[in-house]
């Protein structure tokens, strides 16, 4: 049986930031921001998680080498297991482009050289939807926490945003019924009412509403 990843705190992981910039920095590999925590890092950010397995990030330019070089550093520290995980791409993990990511909110400031770096991080809201489309156990259990940090207005004028950078058309219909279904868990809010405040296609959502009418409203809609 595979041993389980050491835990890394939220301290090691900006020790991990700090580090990959000093090591960008000395190869002369100058490094763009913004930097933004995503992932089990994010979730630390926002003191939701007071441990995460890896270091979660998107950056623009950060190269293999300077990453495999200070993974291979804090493998000292925190275990062979340890892994930074940095992706340049919009989509984090699964379908969805975040084609706003460099304008997520600002997470820490972090004193670099001679001047202030800010950190960005994923909103709670950017968490909660990315986690809804992913098949992962784990994404699906975070969702009540998350969820517990935010509110529906929030989720629902993102959710209108976010639909529309689903990479799979066809499986924009199926993501809509899970976020319906999961607010109607979380939050007890009515399906319909809240259907009638997603921006989607007309037919999309006359089927959502023909679902959620026949499963969960007693009384018929006029």
């Known amino acids: 049986m595979m041993a389980e990843k050491a835990p890394i705190s939220y301290q090691d992981s900006l020790a991990v930031i700090k580090r990959l910039l000093e090591v960008a920095e000395e190869r002369n590999e100058p490094f763009e921001e913004p930097i933004v925590m995503v992932g089990g890092t994010a979730m630390m950010a926002h003191d ?25 550093e804090f493998k000292k520290r925190l275990g062979d297991d340890f892994k930074i995980d940095v992706t340049s791409a919009e989509n984090i ?24 770096l800010v ?13 809804l489309d992913t098949e992962r156990e784990k994404d699906r259990d975070d969702l009540s926490v998350l969820y517990e940090r935010t509110n529906l207005d929030r989720l629902i004028d993102r959710f209108n945003i976010i639909w529309k950078w689903h990479g799979d058309r066809n499986a924009v219909l199926g993501y809509a019924d899970r976020f319906v279904s999961t607010i109607r868990v979380l939050g007890n809010h009515e399906p319909l009412h809240v259907i009638d405040r997603l921006k989607l296609p007309g037919f999309m959502a006359e089927m959502l509403r023909e679902t959620h009418g026949v499963n969960f409203d007693e009384t018929p809609r006029p």
């Open 48 to 72: 939701i998680r007071k441990q995460s397995r890896d270091v979660d990030l998107y950056a623009g330019d950060f190269s293999d080498d300077v990453v495999h070089q200070v993974e291979e």
């Open 119 to 131: 950190i960005r991080k994923l909103s709670v809201e950017d968490l909660f939807l990315l986690k």
């Open 93 to 116: 993990w699964g379908s969805i482009m975040l084609r706003d990511i460099r304008n997520s909110e600002p997470g820490v400031r972090m004193a670099f050289r001679d001047h202030i």
